[in-house]
């Protein structure tokens, strides 16, 4: 589905990524981990069409991404949640949603898209009136997931969605991606959060200074002493 290879990027200074490489397969949720300025949220942006120098070959469902500007990604069945939330503050919860459709003109199915987002996430209906700044942290977050949602992504990708927040919240989430992948969506998840990661995917990379220095199975990343040490804290 999502083929990465030799990648590099920048944003007009050293290369912050340094030949990476990595696929994520139809149905799969695919976790990477490595800690702050490895790169993780890069490689997110230059799938995304958002960083300014990259080179190398970004390739989905076989079409290149490279090149095309970033409004064109989205089209292609590719749905972003940086990190951050980035709600827009002073618009109410529905409309924050309702704004993640705006790349689907046909509006026959919005309803059914609004209420998978809701059952999804029931705190967001309850509160589909309220502004979107006024809610908690993971209140936003899950807006942020849902608005991604509504452009019926075939692969999603999330930047260290679990960030600043409390642990109730935290494991909300996980559910939550879980179930986004059993519905049919895969998933490039970016964490801090090792442990969650590697809970809910089925493979990982990790990343350290822009470079893909390990990769495997959930299981098999759990059990490399480097891994337990330095993310899992053990």
């Known amino acids: ?48 069409g958002l960083v300014p120098k990259a080179r190398g070959h970004i390739a989905f469902e076989g079409t290149a991404l490279l ?8 089209d292609l069945g590719i749905g972003h949640v940086p990190e951050g939330r980035h709600v827009f503050p002073r618009m109410s919860t529905l409309d924050n949603l309702l704004m993640g459709a705006f790349c689907h003109r046909d509006a026959r199915d919005l309803t059914e898209r609004i209420e998978r987002v809701f059952k999804l996430f029931p705190r967001v209906k309850e509160r589909q009136t309220q502004m979107a700044g006024l809610m908690s942290g993971g ?7 849902g608005r991604a949602l509504m452009g019926t992504p075939k692969l999603l990708l999330l930047d260290e969605p679990s960030h600043g927040l409390a642990p109730l919240v935290v494991d909300e989430l ?58 899992l804290g053990i």
């Open 174 to 231: 996980h559910v939550a991606i879980g179930e986004i992948n059993r519905q049919g969506v895969s998933v490039l998840l970016v964490e801090q959060n090792a442990m969650l990661a590697l809970s809910v995917a089925h493979r990982g990379y990790v990343l350290e200074a822009g470079h893909v220095v390990l990769s495997g199975t959930s299981d098999e990343l759990s059990a490399d002493p480097g891994v337990r040490r330095a993310y």
């Open 1 to 48: 589905m999502l083929e990465v290879c030799d990648l590099s990027a920048a944003y007009g200074g050293p290369d912050v990524l340094s030949g990476v490489s990595l696929e994520v397969k139809a149905g799969e949720t695919v976790a990477v981990l490595g800690a702050n300025t490895a790169g993780k949220t890069t490689l997110l942006r230059a799938i995304s």
């Open 67 to 74: 090149g095309r500007p970033a409004h064109a990604i989205p």
């Open 139 to 145: 209140e936003q977050q899950m807006i942020s997931i």
